[in-house]
């Protein structure tokens, strides 16, 4: 199955037109980098306010509270504008955190608000959420206890994970910490955060194998054996890139093409944010993009059974009419569908023919 995948991927390379790339900068990220950085379909250093702000026109600057940093310290951190982030009311518990000299998002903040998941996909509900939990997903953390003389918290972190519980001042002596006492203590907020300007300094190059063209799965960089993980299944949409086109997107480099994969889980992530942002009900009828098996999709009047993935995650405003959310009645007497709970209508534009 592996062979098969490339091969599907290799075929389409050579026999599919090629398309102008909507956003010319394609971050170059180690596909196991990415996920450590990714949340509810975020990814730090990939994801711009300007992205944020399409996705929403309410996203708003917001004051952060710095739990490492605290607001007696003198210091900042040089990887994200301090102290100031953006917030929206479709993305409730996060806030983003741009980069101080550019519109990449370097920090996310999730805030009491939050229920999803962390990078790795475990979930979480961050009103429920106590330290001797993330000890349990996290044992390592154990040993990670440390807090600036100016905070007010404690941190418990990896390289990119950083979770967060308030020092009890009143308890004396506060050395040698009564680590026991604090077990359950409730997590205050968790901090994904990196250094972008690090990422992208010492990445020089894309990966690449001999002729290969340069492949990207996900938005992130992946050499033709990394692409042998995936099966044909998980494939949501394939867009590839020739010529002219290749190389204003990866450089001289893109000489023998480029290939961009989504797949269905990052397609999934994709249209439900979008969606989200049009729809309250969409919202509330999908509150996760992993919830959307109770609801069938219908778009311009098609109902869309399998592999629509691709079809829904393509939509941008360009295209979008309405959305609507119909009940189980409805759609048992308009479509004949029984085994849904509820029937996502989708209206667009003709999607424009590109040379």
């Known amino acids: 199955m592996k062979f098969k995948t490339v091969f599907i991927f290799l075929l389409a390379f050579y026999t599919l037109t090629g398309h102008s790339q909507t956003n010319d900068q394609t971050s170059l990220l180690d596909t196991s980098l990415a996920k450590k950085i990714t949340v509810s379909g975020f990814c730090l250093c990939q994801t711009t306010l300007p992205d944020l702000q399409k996705l929403s026109n309410d996203f708003k600057p917001i004051e952060v509270e710095e739990m490492d940093l605290g607001k007696k310290c003198i210091s900042q951190d040089s990887r994200f504008e301090n102290g100031k982030g953006y917030y929206s009311d479709k993305f409730p518990g996060m806030i983003f955190q741009k980069d101080q000299t550019s519109d990449e998002v370097s920090k996310i903040r999730l805030t009491k608000d939050f229920k999803g998941n962390l990078p790795d996909g ?138 961009y994969v989504e797949t269905k889980k990052f397609a999934r992530n994709k249209y439900w944010n979008f969606f989200k942002s049009k729809s309250a009900d969409y919202f509330k009828t999908v509150p996760t993009p992993q919830s959307d098996s109770s609801v069938i999709y219908i778009l311009n009047d098609k109902v869309l059974k399998t592999n629509f993935e691709g079809d829904l995650s393509g939509i941008d405003d360009q295209m979008f009419i309405e959305l609507n959310i119909i009940d189980k009645q409805k759609l048992k007497k308009d479509y004949n569908i029984s085994d849904k709970s509820f029937g996502v209508i989708i209206k667009t534009k003709p999607k424009d023919k590109k040379d």
């Open 122 to 259: 475990t979930p979480i509900d961050l009103r429920d959420l106590k330290l001797k939990d993330v000890f349990n997903i996290y044992p390592k953390l154990k040993d990670t206890w440390g807090s600036r003389g100016c905070s007010d918290y404690w941190s418990f972190a990896n390289d990119t994970l950083f979770f967060y519980v308030k020092v009890d001042t009143t308890k004396k002596p506060q050395f040698p910490i009564d680590e026991a006492y604090y077990y359950d203590k409730p997590i205050e907020a968790v901090d994904l955060l990196i250094s972008c300007y690090r990422i992208f300094e010492k990445t020089e190059r894309y990966k690449q194998f001999l002729n290969d063209p340069v492949f990207f799965i996900d938005s992130v960089n992946v050499t033709r054996m990394e692409m042998q993980e995936y099966q044909p299944t998980d494939i949501a949409v394939v867009t590839v890139y020739k010529d002219t086109n290749a190389i204003k997107l990866v450089g001289e480099q893109g000489k023998f093409g480029a290939v």
